[in-house]
């Protein structure tokens, strides 16, 4: 289960996390960053949604959520069967 990420939480894991992929992300030039973390003992997995400020500073968001690493097999393995339509929405269901 996703597990919601507290602004403290989210710099903490800007400062040390190991960075897998940062994709664009809109207009904005935010950017949508993966990353391996490790928050009180447990490997995780980060997705947050990096900004630019007005100075033109990459941040982080006060808020995010990262997923158990022990997880990810699962997950990939569901998006792997996922039935993509045409207007990019995906019926996965619960199971």
């Known amino acids: ?19 897998v992929a940062s994709i664009p992300n809109g207009r904005r030039r935010d950017e949508l960053r993966f990353s391996f973390a490790t928050y009180k003992g447990r490997a995780s997995v980060a997705a ?3 900004y630019l ?14 997923v158990r690493a022990d997880l990810l097999p ?6 792997a069967r996922a039935p ?3 207007n990019g929405a995906a019926d996965v269901g619960t199971s």
């Open 48 to 50: 947050l949604i990096w």
């Open 74 to 79: 699962a997950i990939a393995e569901r998006f």
């Open 1 to 19: 289960m996703p597990v919601p990420m507290t602004s403290s939480v989210a710099a903490t894991a800007a400062q040390a996390d190991l960075v």
């Open 84 to 86: 993509v339509e045409s």
């Open 53 to 66: 400020d007005d100075a033109g500073a990459t941040k982080p968001p006060a808020k995010g959520f990262n």
